[in-house]
């Protein structure tokens, strides 16, 4: 009985498990799947259940469905497993215009690219999607057969169409279906016949039936139904569009029409937008808060014109502006609406699949080419289940921790969230965060958190909280000297503040080895820092190193005297790794070699997690920020005014102080000589150089900014005059790529160069492990630099770059010097030797000069001697060498590329100087027997002179304008380039002038290029529109109509003052606007009494120059006169007059003063000798207001006295012949005593008579 009950139970259980499995195989054999879609909450509707195409098919397809990227979808089973993106979220189509598309959903596989063919979307995920399409429709005409393209966007009716056809007048056209069959709707096969040639536009619906109505075109293109609406086909005239972009963008385009010599670009119609615009190609934008600038023009079939349209978005009717605030893909959206017109620039999408923040960190996920360029730093992860405090079961979330340090905090950081589809932001505006820290940042598409953000984020708090140290006297900086050096992680996570001025005159120890701590001055000053080493004494400065995680900011050093003669690593600061900022220092810094304010900046390898990220390549650098260096500064190697050895970046740095501005010691191997660096393989940014660098043919790679380079700089000036033997440029000295194979015998003559070369490869300090090897660090560019200090040298000499032999760019810089080689070769306005890379949209002014016995050879305008690319470049110079002299470049190697340059230039000569030419003196790429250039030098123009375009030959039209002559008055470009310019000189980089005096500008100097591979933590449009506003006005001033005048003065040690020969160059000038040039001083005259006089060995002359309109003036010499008289000869003058001078005597009241005239101006004498033909009167000189009477001579008919200053007045008395007094007084008594015996007698006789 027991043995029966226990398989009853057995067979009850058999069977019970046999139903539920065939039950469940029969319900996974029965699996339905459905897409849900959001806008119906992901509800499982039955009009959209999927199906299989065919019974044997692995795949369900769902057609027809009307979808934008607003409507997200997903897949369910009827059991309830649902079907994700790859990333777990539902999908999205990326159109924003709601369109048609068909569904497929795999169980098995994913849409791979082994699983996609050329209409489904590759996605990864078991769903994917194409665009539905009906079966199509023809077109026909005469014989020909024209397919007609479904159009998806039309989700309210079936629409084919042909954008656009070339018919002819009478050309008729009818329709067929997919199968060849003619389309007879009505009694009569509906036909269209052309009225008029040109192109048009086809649309074609086969109706549709609602309600028992069809619906078809009325003759105006409008779908309805009723008796107008009768149409299946509407024809009408297509417009031809076209836009102008008027900056250079990477663009989907491969053709483009020249457009007033501007690439246009055609705008295609478009059916995806229900008022029937059309739209462009995509185009990169590569930069933020960009102005789209564009024309759009409209081609006429009948004139075959270009008309341009006012597309109203712009008071401008030329130039039309959009605003874009985004970096990243664009197309531009046309409308037209009967006369009116609307234009807008529509993001593209594209699509990365995962959420990253796109920021100035990062250049917002895009490399230069508008390529993704995504970095895990920056990528969001999904908030798990595993994380309690994060989670949320009702929606998705995303989590990054992004940390920003000081530097980028105050420089701000700005980003918003993408995935490439949609972008989320605060508002319109980008998310920005201005406080050093790390930031925990949650992000989810589909939920809000506050104030409609789909992000919230907060600051971490410090579990490093730094510890203030305060050093408020002399006894506080002792310790804290002390401390970091019986520790070195004393400093560690610690701020040292200074608080009040302080003098170290008096302490001994001045050395820290390590601090990794922040020493804050407090914009205070420490005053006397004095550390002297003797020669075997490496790091002789007062923080020896300072680690990544140090910083020294806001201090001055007031008269520090840092000397070791013998000693590396010299300076403030001997190795730099973290950052110094707002530091100035003044008194004098000496060491043998790496010698500066800052002695060495390295860069090192950063964690994952750490800032300040190079996003190519993890790298960290030091930074030197707003350091001004006001001390002279002198070593023998690896020297500069802000740091010797350059492996991170100096930021916004002037450097005032000379640099080897005297005889090094021993100047053997002097080399890497600089105004901000010695050696840099960093960069340099907005800094600049005011100081004196080197000593005249002492040093081999001096430059105004760095001596040697393989790095790069952007926006930066030099200002002081740059003296060296070789390589020495206005910006680099030597700009290359150094290897231990290189031969740089050439240039350090018999010393031995691989003790040179292995201290170059062995820079890297062995003080941090983490150094990154110079070759990662390269970014080969020199961008907006400019130079205005005279660069002296005796070989590779340049105004930006004295050699050049690496793979680089020399883009927008101007140079605005002299630039002279007193005995050697290869001198140019730009770069004075150049054996690789670009230099483009560069300037050239100033005096070029080359001398010496069998040298003085290629000397150029832009290069002295080119093998790479001189284009859009313009020169103004005078040139003055021997041989291969060039406006644009002395020599031209058989593959130089010289395309596109403008030169306006004058040439000093010797007799017997070959190959000399406006734009190339010779080009070693010319086809002799076709008389062209192989494509390689084309479209440059010279303005006339005897020396024609290369090698004293024009080279016209029929070399494709190699070398082309143009007057100044036809290359004056008065707002649009001039007509006279070949049809093909882009006008991409050359625009018209400002006025009419104007010649053609160079556009990069009016709007800033864009250039992506850029210090993200800095404002590259900041930085560059602030150095554009220094640029452009140099442009300006100087690109306009002029004439070069040369004076030429004598020396008699070169011969007779009747040889021309013996005359040299006293000075050159190029003036504007037909003005007559400044006379300038004589070197060899003495200035006296307002003249120059030469005492020669035969006679002394006058000296003046004769201004005539000859370009070359020379000076006139002439015998001095040693007197001179006025007309009537009443008075004559000796003394040391010009020829020419004429004298005039002026009445001042009772005075007399004597003017003296020479061309029309009045001059004056000293110490002059003065006869006056009259010798009766005494003479008087006027001193102030008193009238001192002067000694005379008498020399037969004249009265001679002397003059101290021909300005002086005088006067004469007329000498006295009167009776002395004595003998009045003796006639007066006289007369008296006869009066009074006459009256005595009357007086007598009357009394007599009365007594009679």
């Given at each position: 009985?027991?043995?029966?009950?226990?398989?009853?139970?057995?067979?009850?259980?058999?069977?019970?498990?046999?139903?539920?499995?065939?039950?469940?195989?029969?319900?996974?054999?029965?699996?339905?799947?459905?897409?849900?879609?959001?806008?119906?909450?992901?509800?499982?509707?039955?009009?959209?259940?999927?199906?299989?195409?065919?019974?044997?098919?692995?795949?369900?397809?769902?057609?027809?469905?009307?979808?934008?990227?607003?409507?997200?979808?997903?897949?369910?089973?009827?059991?309830?497993?649902?079907?994700?993106?790859?990333?777990?979220?539902?999908?999205?189509?990326?159109?924003?215009?709601?369109?048609?598309?068909?569904?497929?959903?795999?169980?098995?596989?994913?849409?791979?690219?082994?699983?996609?063919?050329?209409?489904?979307?590759?996605?990864?995920?078991?769903?994917?999607?194409?665009?539905?399409?009906?079966?199509?429709?023809?077109?026909?005409?005469?014989?020909?057969?024209?397919?007609?393209?479904?159009?998806?966007?039309?989700?309210?009716?079936?629409?084919?169409?042909?954008?656009?056809?070339?018919?002819?007048e009478n050309d008729v056209i009818s329709f067929k279906d997919n199968e060849g069959n003619n389309l007879n709707y009505s009694l009569d096969l509906e036909t269209y016949t052309v009225p008029a040639s040109g192109t048009y536009r086809i649309l074609y619906t086969p109706g549709k039936i609602t309600d028992s109505n069809l619906y078809l075109y009325d003759e105006n293109g409008n779908f309805g139904t009723g008796d107008d609406y009768k149409y299946y086909s509407y024809i009408n005239e297509a417009s031809l569009?076209?836009?102008?972009?008027?900056?250079?963008?990477?663009?989907?385009?491969?053709?483009?029409?020249?457009?007033?010599?501007?690439?246009?670009?055609?705008?295609?119609?478009?059916?995806?937008?229900?008022?029937?615009?059309?739209?462009?190609?995509?185009?990169?934008?590569?930069?933020?808060?960009?102005?789209?600038?564009?024309?759009?023009?409209?081609?006429?079939?009948?004139?075959?014109?270009?008309?341009?349209?006012?597309?109203?978005?712009?008071?401008?009717?030329?130039?039309?502006?959009?605003?874009?605030?985004?970096?990243?893909?664009?197309?531009?959206?046309?409308?037209?609406?009967?006369?009116?017109?609307?234009?807008?620039?529509?993001?593209?999408?594209?699509?990365?699949?995962?959420?990253?923040?796109?920021?100035?960190?990062?250049?917002?996920?895009?490399?230069?080419?508008?390529?993704?360029?995504?970095?895990?730093?920056?990528?969001?992860?999904?908030?798990?289940?595993?994380?309690?405090?994060?989670?949320?079961?009702?929606?998705?979330?995303?989590?990054?921790?992004?940390?920003?340090?000081?530097?980028?905090?105050?420089?701000?950081?700005?980003?918003?969230?993408?995935?490439?589809?949609?972008?989320?932001?605060?508002?319109?505006?980008?998310?920005?965060?201005?406080?050093?820290?790390?930031?925990?940042?949650?992000?989810?598409?589909?939920?809000?958190?506050?104030?409609?953000?789909?992000?919230?984020?907060?600051?971490?708090?410090?579990?490093?909280?730094?510890?203030?140290?305060?050093?408020?006297?002399?006894?506080?900086?002792?310790?804290?000297?002390?401390?970091?050096?019986?520790?070195?992680?004393?400093?560690?996570?610690?701020?040292?503040?200074?608080?009040?001025?302080?003098?170290?005159?008096?302490?001994?120890?001045?050395?820290?080895?390590?601090?990794?701590?922040?020493?804050?001055?407090?914009?205070?000053?420490?005053?006397?820092?004095?550390?002297?080493?003797?020669?075997?004494?490496?790091?002789?400065?007062?923080?020896?190193?300072?680690?990544?995680?140090?910083?020294?900011?806001?201090?001055?050093?007031?008269?520090?005297?840092?000397?070791?003669?013998?000693?590396?690593?010299?300076?403030?600061?001997?190795?730099?790794?973290?950052?110094?900022?707002?530091?100035?220092?003044?008194?004098?810094?000496?060491?043998?070699?790496?010698?500066?304010?800052?002695?060495?900046?390295?860069?090192?390898?950063?964690?994952?997690?750490?800032?300040?990220?190079?996003?190519?390549?993890?790298?960290?650098?030091?930074?030197?920020?707003?350091?001004?260096?006001?001390?002279?500064?002198?070593?023998?190697?690896?020297?500069?005014?802000?740091?010797?050895?350059?492996?991170?970046?100096?930021?916004?740095?002037?450097?005032?102080?000379?640099?080897?501005?005297?005889?090094?010691?021993?100047?053997?191997?002097?080399?890497?000589?600089?105004?901000?660096?010695?050696?840099?393989?960093?960069?340099?940014?907005?800094?600049?150089?005011?100081?004196?660098?080197g000593y005249s043919s002492v040093g081999v790679f001096v430059g105004g900014l760095a001596g040697l380079s393989n790095g790069a700089f952007y926006f930066s000036n030099n200002y002081a005059d740059i003296y060296g033997r070789t390589n020495v440029g206005g910006i680099v000295g030597y700009y290359t790529t150094v290897s231990s194979d290189s031969n740089y015998n050439e240039y350090f003559g018999s010393s031995d160069y691989q003790e040179i070369i292995d201290s170059i490869l062995n820079s890297s300090s062995?003080?941090?492990?983490?150094?990154?090897?110079?070759?990662?660090?390269?970014?080969?560019?020199?961008?907006?630099?400019?130079?205005?200090?005279?660069?002296?040298?005796?070989?590779?000499?340049?105004?930006?770059?004295?050699?050049?032999?690496?793979?680089?760019?020399?883009?927008?810089?101007?140079?605005?010097?002299?630039?002279?080689?007193?005995?050697?070769?290869?001198?140019?306005?730009?770069?004075?030797?150049?054996?690789?890379?670009?230099?483009?949209?560069?300037?050239?002014?100033?005096?070029?000069?080359?001398?010496?016995?069998?040298?003085?050879?290629?000397?150029?305008?832009?290069?002295?001697?080119?093998?790479?690319?001189?284009?859009?470049?313009?020169?103004?110079?005078?040139?003055?060498?021997?041989?291969?002299?060039?406006?644009?470049?002395?020599?031209?190697?058989?593959?130089?590329?010289?395309?596109?340059?403008?030169?306006?230039?004058?040439?000093?000569?010797?007799?017997?100087?070959?190959?000399?030419?406006?734009?190339?003196?010779?080009?070693?790429?010319?086809?002799?027997?076709?008389?062209?250039?192989?494509?390689?030098?084309?479209?440059?123009?010279?303005?006339?002179?005897?020396?024609?375009?290369?090698?004293?030959?024009?080279?016209?039209?029929?070399?494709?304008?190699?070398?082309?002559?143009?007057?100044?008055?036809?290359?004056?470009?008065?707002?649009?380039?001039?007509?006279?310019?070949?049809?093909?000189?882009?006008?991409?980089?050359?625009?018209?002038?400002?006025?009419?005096?104007?010649?053609?500008?160079?556009?990069?100097?009016?709007?800033?290029?864009?250039?992506?591979?850029?210090?993200?933590?800095?404002?590259?449009?900041?930085?560059?529109?602030?150095?554009?506003?220094?640029?452009?006005?140099?442009?300006?001033?100087?690109?306009?109509?002029?004439?070069?005048?040369?004076?030429?003065?004598?020396?008699?040690?070169?011969?007779?003052?009747?040889?021309?020969?013996?005359?040299?160059?006293?000075?050159?000038?190029?003036?504007?606007?037909?003005?007559?040039?400044?006379?300038?001083?004589?070197?060899?005259?003495?200035?006296?009494?307002?003249?120059?006089?030469?005492?020669?060995?035969?006679?002394?002359?006058?000296?003046?120059?004769?201004?005539?309109?000859?370009?070359?003036?020379?000076?006139?010499?002439?015998?001095?006169?040693?007197?001179?008289?006025?007309?009537?000869?009443?008075?004559?003058?000796?003394?040391?007059?010009?020829?020419?001078?004429?004298?005039?005597?002026?009445?001042?009241?009772?005075?007399?003063?004597?003017?003296?005239?020479?061309?029309?101006?009045?001059?004056?004498?000293?110490?002059?000798?003065?006869?006056?033909?009259?010798?009766?009167?005494?003479?008087?000189?006027?001193?102030?207001?008193?009238?001192?009477?002067?000694?005379?001579?008498?020399?037969?008919?004249?009265?001679?006295?002397?003059?101290?200053?021909?300005?002086?007045?005088?006067?004469?008395?007329?000498?006295?012949?009167?009776?002395?007094?004595?003998?009045?007084?003796?006639?007066?008594?006289?007369?008296?005593?006869?009066?009074?015996?006459?009256?005595?007698?009357?007086?007598?006789?009357?009394?007599?008579?009365?007594?009679?």
């Amino acid at each position: 009985m027991k043995i029966k009950r226990l398989l009853s139970i057995c067979f009850i259980a058999i069977f019970s498990c046999l139903t539920l499995f065939l039950t469940t195989k029969s319900e996974a054999l029965d699996e339905d799947y459905y897409v849900t879609f959001s806008a119906d909450n992901y509800q499982k509707k039955s009009a959209n259940k999927m199906t299989k195409p065919s019974e044997d098919a692995d795949y369900y397809v769902l057609l027809n469905v009307n979808l934008d990227a607003t409507n997200k979808f997903r897949v369910e089973s009827n059991s309830g497993v649902i079907y994700y993106n790859k990333s777990g979220n539902a999908m999205s189509v990326s159109v924003t215009t709601a369109s048609k598309y068909n569904i497929y959903f795999a169980k098995d596989y994913v849409y791979d690219e082994e699983h996609v063919n050329d209409t489904l979307t590759k996605t990864d995920a078991h769903i994917s999607y194409e665009y539905y399409l009906k079966p199509s429709f023809k077109a026909v005409v005469g014989e020909n057969e024209y397919e007609l393209k479904f159009n998806q966007f039309n989700s309210s009716y079936d629409e084919y169409y042909i954008d656009e056809i070339k018919l002819n007048e009478n050309d008729v056209i009818s329709f067929k279906d997919n199968e060849g069959n003619n389309l007879n709707y009505s009694l009569d096969l509906e036909t269209y016949t052309v009225p008029a040639s040109g192109t048009y536009r086809i649309l074609y619906t086969p109706g549709k039936i609602t309600d028992s109505n069809l619906y078809l075109y009325d003759e105006n293109g409008n779908f309805g139904t009723g008796d107008d609406y009768k149409y299946y086909s509407y024809i009408n005239e297509a417009s031809l569009y076209y836009v102008v972009f008027k900056e250079k963008y990477i663009s989907k385009y491969t053709e483009s029409v020249k457009i007033n010599n501007e690439d246009a670009y055609k705008l295609n119609y478009n059916h995806d937008d229900a008022s029937g615009g059309y739209k462009s190609l995509d185009f990169y934008v590569g930069a933020e808060d960009a102005n789209l600038n564009y024309l759009i023009y409209r081609f006429d079939e009948i004139t075959n014109d270009y008309i341009l349209i006012n597309d109203d978005n712009d008071d401008d009717t030329v130039i039309s502006k959009i605003d874009l605030d985004d970096r990243g893909w664009y197309e531009i959206s046309f409308i037209a609406l009967n006369d009116k017109y609307q234009t807008k620039a529509i993001k593209q999408e594209r699509a990365i699949n995962d959420y990253y923040i796109a920021s100035n960190l990062n250049d917002y996920l895009f490399d230069e080419y508008g390529n993704h360029d995504l970095n895990e730093l920056y990528k969001f992860t999904e908030i798990k289940e595993d994380n309690d405090d994060l989670y949320n079961k009702d929606y998705a979330q995303y989590l990054l921790y992004l940390t920003i340090d000081e530097y980028q905090a105050k420089n701000k950081v700005e980003f918003y969230i993408t995935d490439g589809v949609k972008d989320y932001k605060d508002g319109s505006n980008y998310i920005s965060l201005n406080q050093a820290g790390t930031y925990e940042i949650i992000f989810s598409p589909d939920h809000v958190y506050s104030r409609l953000r789909n992000y919230k984020y907060s600051l971490l708090a410090d579990e490093n909280v730094k510890e203030e140290v305060v050093i408020s006297n002399v006894s506080d900086f002792v310790n804290f000297v002390n401390n970091c050096n019986s520790d070195r992680e004393y400093s560690l996570n610690k701020v040292f503040n200074l608080v009040k001025d302080i003098d170290i005159s008096k302490i001994a120890s001045k050395h820290i080895t390590s601090f990794s701590g922040e020493f804050n001055g407090n914009y205070h000053t420490i005053s006397n820092l004095a550390i002297s080493y003797d020669d075997s004494t490496d790091d002789a400065s007062l923080f020896g190193l300072v680690t990544k995680t140090g910083v020294i900011k806001n201090v001055e050093f007031e008269n520090a005297k840092i000397t070791a003669e013998g000693g590396s690593y010299v300076g403030i600061v001997g190795h730099l790794f973290g950052n110094v900022e707002n530091v100035t220092v003044s008194g004098s810094i000496s060491g043998k070699s790496y010698v500066g304010v800052i002695a060495y900046m390295g860069n090192y390898k950063l964690d994952k997690d750490d800032s300040s990220v190079d996003s190519t390549k993890n790298i960290g650098y030091s930074r030197a920020i707003n350091v001004t260096n006001n001390a002279n500064v002198l070593g023998k190697s690896y020297v500069g005014g802000i740091v010797g050895f350059n492996g991170g970046k100096v930021i916004n740095s002037t450097n005032r102080g000379e640099i080897n501005n005297k005889q090094y010691p021993t100047n053997e191997n002097v080399r890497c000589i600089g105004g901000v660096a010695g050696y840099s393989i960093g960069e340099i940014i907005s800094s600049e150089n005011r100081g004196r660098v080197g000593y005249s043919s002492v040093g081999v790679f001096v430059g105004g900014l760095a001596g040697l380079s393989n790095g790069a700089f952007y926006f930066s000036n030099n200002y002081a005059d740059i003296y060296g033997r070789t390589n020495v440029g206005g910006i680099v000295g030597y700009y290359t790529t150094v290897s231990s194979d290189s031969n740089y015998n050439e240039y350090f003559g018999s010393s031995d160069y691989q003790e040179i070369i292995d201290s170059i490869l062995n820079s890297s300090s062995d003080k941090n492990d983490d150094v990154v090897s110079s070759t990662n660090l390269n970014k080969n560019i020199i961008l907006y630099c400019y130079n205005n200090g005279t660069i002296f040298g005796n070989g590779s000499v340049g105004g930006i770059c004295g050699l050049v032999d690496i793979s680089s760019t020399i883009r927008a810089c101007i140079n605005k010097a002299n630039v002279s080689v007193e005995s050697g070769s290869y001198v140019g306005g730009i770069v004075g030797q150049m054996k690789n890379g670009t230099i483009t949209e560069s300037i050239s002014y100033g005096n070029i000069f080359a001398s010496g016995l069998n040298s003085a050879q290629y000397v150029g305008g832009i290069a002295g001697y080119i093998d790479g690319t001189i284009s859009y470049s313009m020169s103004y110079t005078v040139i003055k060498g021997l041989n291969y002299l060039g406006g644009i470049s002395g020599y031209a190697t058989k593959t130089s590329k010289i395309i596109s340059n403008l030169s306006d230039c004058y040439f000093v000569v010797e007799t017997g100087s070959t190959y000399i030419g406006n734009i190339l003196g010779y080009a070693d790429s010319l086809d002799m027997s076709s008389g062209t250039f192989n494509e390689n030098i084309k479209y440059n123009y010279y303005i006339d002179n005897e020396f024609k375009g290369i090698n004293k030959i024009n080279y016209g039209s029929e070399s494709d304008y190699a070398a082309s002559l143009i007057t100044s008055d036809s290359l004056i470009s008065y707002n649009t380039l001039s007509k006279f310019l070949d049809n093909r000189f882009s006008g991409d980089n050359y625009i018209g002038g400002l006025d009419k005096t104007s010649y053609p500008y160079l556009k990069s100097y009016e709007e800033l290029i864009a250039y992506d591979d850029f210090d993200v933590t800095l404002d590259y449009n900041i930085l560059g529109k602030k150095q554009l506003e220094i640029l452009f006005a140099i442009e300006k001033e100087c690109a306009r109509v002029s004439k070069v005048y040369i004076f030429m003065e004598w020396n008699e040690d070169n011969g007779d003052v009747d040889d021309y020969d013996s005359f040299e160059i006293n000075s050159i000038c190029r003036v504007y606007d037909a003005k007559v040039p400044l006379t300038p001083g004589f070197k060899h005259s003495s200035l006296v009494n307002g003249g120059y006089y030469y005492q020669g060995k035969k006679a002394k002359y006058f000296v003046n120059w004769d201004i005539t309109d000859n370009n070359v003036i020379y000076a006139k010499y002439e015998v001095v006169k040693t007197s001179i008289a006025t007309s009537d000869e009443t008075i004559f003058v000796e003394g040391e007059f010009a020829p020419e001078t004429r004298l005039e005597v002026h009445r001042n009241g009772d005075n007399y003063v004597l003017v003296f005239i020479v061309d029309g101006k009045e001059v004056t004498y000293d110490n002059i000798i003065v006869k006056i033909k009259n010798t009766d009167s005494k003479v008087y000189v006027c001193d102030d207001e008193a009238k001192n009477e002067v000694e005379t001579t008498i020399y037969g008919e004249y009265n001679t006295f002397t003059l101290k200053n021909s300005s002086q007045q005088f006067g004469l008395i007329a000498n006295d012949h009167s009776m002395p007094s004595y003998l009045w007084a003796i006639i007066g008594a006289g007369s008296v005593l006869v009066i009074c015996g006459i009256v005595c007698l009357i007086t007598y006789t009357v009394r007599k008579k009365k007594q009679q």
